[in-house]
């Protein structure tokens, strides 16, 4: 069983289009996490939920929405889609401080 | 400001040869440090991390890191490479402060050469 999977795996949309990201986990955990990865490899937080709360908020631009109906569900969705939201999202959860279990990412292509 | 440095964007060793991947932080109280693996097109997976305790640490795949609280270091390391080490490291640090937000190094990119 995957732990924390994310669907789609690859995204190609075209500028100004609204898309989903689901993620979900299967490990009971409590945190979730949604972070960007960009083309240098660089890993960015974006949002984290603790038991369907939004803990940490990061300066993203606010066409990003996350929502969590319950502590096991993470999803990113985002409006008006740019350019520069091409990069690889991936979702992540951890318990307490244990170390993070991420999904496999969703490499989103904005055309 | 919580932060984490890897001053190596790339790490060449021989097979067979020790390896050594740097990271430095930056933390309020007590650090919480892990390490990351990630190969081409995969999600990152977890190697090890630090808490309390031992300040040697033992984790996947051979690969073990020293915490060493004087030069807020917490380099990894493995006594014999592997080919299939080849992959990109992630050092990551969170405080203890309450906040659940990791910090992530800009990752090494280790390659292991036959």
């Known amino acids: 069983d995957t732990a924390v999977s994310q669907t789609p795996k690859y995204l190609v949309t075209q500028m100004g289009n609204d898309k989903s990201i689901k993620c979900e986990q299967n490990?009971?955990?409590?945190?979730m996490y949604w972070y960007k990865q960009d083309s240098k490899k660089f890993l960015k937080i974006m949002f984290s939920?603790?038991?369907?709360?939004?803990?940490i908020n990061e300066t993203v631009p606010n066409r990003f929405s996350p929502k969590s109906p319950d502590k096991a569900h993470l999803n990113l969705h985002i409006n008006s889609l740019e350019l520069g939201d091409s990069a690889v999202y991936f979702c992540?959860?951890?318990?307490?401080?244990?170390?993070?279990?991420f999904g496999s990412g969703t490499r989103l292509t904005v055309v | 400001a919580q932060s984490v440095a890897q001053p190596e964007d790339q790490v060449n060793v021989a097979e067979g040869n020790p390896l050594t991947v740097k990271c430095t932080y930056s933390?309020?109280?007590?650090?919480?440090l892990f390490w990351y693996v990630q190969y081409p097109n995969r999600g990152l997976q977890f190697l090890l991390k630090?808490?309390?305790?031992?300040?040697l640490v033992k984790g996947s795949y051979g690969f073990e890191a020293e915490f060493n609280k004087s030069q807020t270091s917490f380099h990894l390391k493995k006594p014999s490479a592997l080919v299939s080490d080849s992959a990109l490291y992630f050092c990551?640090?969170?405080?203890?402060?309450?906040?659940?937000?990791?910090?992530f190094g800009t990752g090494t990119r280790l390659k292991v050469l036959a």
């Open positions: 992540a959860s951890s318990q307490d401080v244990g170390g993070y279990t």
């Open positions: 490990l009971g955990h409590d945190t």
């Open positions: 939920y603790n038991n369907k709360e939004l803990i």
């Open positions: 933390v309020s109280g007590n650090p919480y």
């Open positions: 630090y808490i309390t305790g031992d300040n």
């Open positions: 990551a640090v969170r405080g203890n402060s309450g906040t659940y937000k990791y910090i």
